[in-house]
């Protein structure tokens, strides 16, 4: 398939190293946070939200942290593995309306 | 969370043609989502598409370039008209979906205009 994330910032870990993928997001009003997961030919997948009243939620190996204060949205990937090389978005939404995407995130992961 | 199907999942149209998609969820749902996807970037919103009334467009997006039906609460197309090579990119159908698992997405429609 094409690579989704030609244009993109590339972040390159080992196998078995933890990833942070780092977001800044626009709107002050936005109080609900997505991290999306797309790999090439497919869709954009649902990883992890927040909302605006958290500042740290917690998945299975992935870990998402809010800063309002500098409007910033960090994904935390424990273990990372081979099969989590793929792109990462952020989202943002006021009030569950419309989202809006941030620019996006390679992760290449090395065996 | 919601199931979304959606075709063509490709195609290679001629400049100056239009080409329809198609989105069909298999729940009913008030809210869906059109977004476009350049080659190496990311997702811009086109339209939200509310069944029963008129879609809303964003900025930099008209009703003649992108018309979009919206005639049942499980179902959606977008039509792609008068193809430049411009509008060769991914087009995705999103729609809301329950508080546990954001938005769903479908797995696009691969457009490429020669």
């Known amino acids: 398939g094409e690579n989704v994330g030609l244009h993109l910032p590339t972040l390159s870990v080992q196998e078995g190293d933890n990833s942070i993928i780092n977001c800044a997001y626009s709107?002050?009003?936005?109080?609900?946070f997505i991290w999306y997961k797309q790999e090439s030919g497919k869709g954009p997948q649902f990883i992890i939200d927040i909302r605006s009243n958290m500042d740290k939620r917690q998945g299975q190996r992935v870990t998402v942290l809010l800063n309002k204060t500098v409007k910033h949205l960090s994904l935390q990937i424990a273990a990372t593995q081979p099969g989590d090389s793929a792109v990462y978005f952020c989202?943002?939404?006021?009030?569950?309306?419309?989202?809006?995407f941030g620019k996006g995130t390679m992760l290449l992961v090395s065996p | 969370s919601a199931v979304i199907s959606q075709k063509p999942s490709r195609d290679i149209c001629q400049r100056g043609t239009s080409l329809t998609i198609q989105c069909q969820v298999d729940s009913q749902v008030t809210m869906m989502f059109w977004y476009r996807q350049q080659p190496g970037q990311s997702l811009t919103l086109i339209a939200t598409?509310?069944?029963?009334?008129?879609?809303?467009?964003e900025s930099g997006f008209v009703i003649d370039k992108f018309p979009i039906s919206r005639p049942n609460l499980t179902f959606s197309t977008l039509t792609v008209s008068n193809m430049s090579p411009e509008d060769s990119s991914i087009y995705l159908c999103?729609?809301?979906?329950?508080?546990?698992?954001?938005?769903?997405f479908g797995s696009g429609t691969r457009l490429t205009v020669v």
């Open positions: 709107n002050s009003a936005s109080d609900y």
């Open positions: 989202a943002e939404t006021p009030g569950y309306s419309t989202l809006t």
């Open positions: 598409a509310n069944q029963g009334s008129e879609a809303t467009y």
């Open positions: 999103s729609v809301e979906g329950d508080r546990a698992y954001g938005y769903t």
